[in-house]
């Protein structure tokens, strides 16, 4: 059973334009949530990341929203760059630690 | 300041066989946890240590173990090699054990193949 979703695989944008990738959660206990980029052969790295506390974190050319209500959240790049194509993972925390990570979702931005 | 260190980034084995896994934070850093990556399922947590006591574990047999060091290092261990396990292995460590609102920093994985 997922607690943590992301529904895309893959997606495909325009550099300049907005890349808003999503993330759905189940656990309503998660009050932490983070965002990981990576390359092939590579670890992830962190991103940004948001507390359960607050609805949005901004640095930078990107920003999380969370929707707690609705359990999700979503990255969005502007403007996006060719640099920025690698698989985007979400991830969550609760008090008990550990991060759960979604499947990923392969971001391509075309020049 | 050095980042997460993992060795050996390449590993070969036979099914059977055992093999062990070394994961050197970063300096300061008491968390390490690790993290199975195969293609389709994302990173799937295996467990985490936290000044040398595991704190928690996934859902992985107990092929799977681990131990860390007093200097934070940690290993783990598979043993009794499958096919199943050839994956990416990812290592983390963080200043603090997750869920604290901590970021984690992984190295660049242990890429073992099961023959």
């Known amino acids: 059973d997922q607690q943590v979703k992301q529904n895309s695989p893959s997606l495909s944008v325009q550099e300049g334009r907005i890349s808003i990738l999503n993330c759905d959660y189940t656990?309503?206990?998660?009050?932490?949530f983070l965002w990981y980029k990576k390359y092939p052969a590579e670890g992830p790295t962190f991103l940004i990341s948001?507390?359960?506390?607050?609805d949005k974190n901004e640095d930078g050319r990107f920003t999380v929203f969370l929707n707690k209500s609705a359990k999700h959240l979503s990255l969005h790049i502007v403007p996006s760059q060719p640099g920025d194509s690698a698989v985007y993972f979400c991830a969550a925390s609760g008090s008990q630690g550990n991060l759960i990570f979604g499947k990923g979702t392969k971001l391509s931005v075309k020049p | 300041k050095a980042g997460v260190t993992q060795t050996p980034r390449y590993l070969i084995k036979t099914r059977g066989q055992q093999v062990t896994l070394s994961c050197s934070p970063i300096s300061g850093h008491r968390s390490v946890s690790w993290y199975q990556q195969t293609p389709g399922q994302g990173l799937q947590f295996l467990f985490e240590?936290?000044?040398?006591?595991?704190?928690n574990k996934g859902n992985f047999p107990g092929r799977f173990s681990g131990r860390q060091f007093s200097n934070s290092r940690s290993e783990m261990n598979v043993s009794t090699l499958e096919l199943g396990d050839s994956a990416l292995y990812l290592c983390?460590?963080?200043?603090?054990?997750?869920?604290?609102?901590?970021?984690?920093?992984f190295g660049q994985g242990t890429r073992l193949t099961v023959v």
């Open positions: 948001i507390s359960s506390i607050k």
């Open positions: 983390a460590s963080s200043l603090m054990f997750t869920g604290v609102d901590t970021e984690a920093f």
């Open positions: 240590y936290f000044s040398e006591t595991q704190r």
């Open positions: 656990n309503s206990m998660f009050d932490y």
